[in-house]
């Protein structure tokens, strides 16, 4: 099993909601901040929003801001990203990321990764 597995992608039309999850192996990994980022084809894998699954505190990009909610549960060592009102442009495949240590927007300082998976958005 690999550390982060991610899974709730899929086709939406726009205006529409999906709900990713991160799964988190405890055997392989410690559940501490994890981010979400998201890369179309052809393009840069660009950061999404982040969550301390300590505290709850969580940070979105400015592109998502107001339509995406991050949460965790610890308990299911899972990190759920939310997206409502999607639009055309957030389509790519979806990652969740374990960061070296804090919060960060910069893939660089994550260590682990998720396989991804897609979200589509066509009406």
């Known amino acids: 099993q690999l550390p982060l597995v991610e899974s709730g992608g899929g086709l939406v039309h726009p205006g529409g909601s999906l709900r990713l999850s991160c799964v988190a192996s405890p055997y392989k990994l410690d559940l501490h901040e994890i981010g979400w980022f998201r890369q179309a084809p052809g393009k840069e894998r660009e950061w999404v929003s982040c969550i301390s699954t300590s505290d709850g505190r969580a940070w979105y990009g400015d592109s998502v801001k107001g339509r995406f909610t991050t949460s965790t549960d610890n308990a299911k060592m899972t990190v759920y990203l939310e997206m409502n009102n999607l639009k055309p442009e957030d389509e790519g495949v979806y990652y969740c990321?374990?960061?070296?240590?804090?919060?960060?927007?910069?893939?660089?300082?994550?260590?682990?990764w998720g396989q991804g998976t897609r979200v589509t958005v066509s009406s």
């Open positions: 990321g374990s960061a070296h240590s804090r919060c960060s927007p910069w893939a660089t300082d994550y260590h682990t």
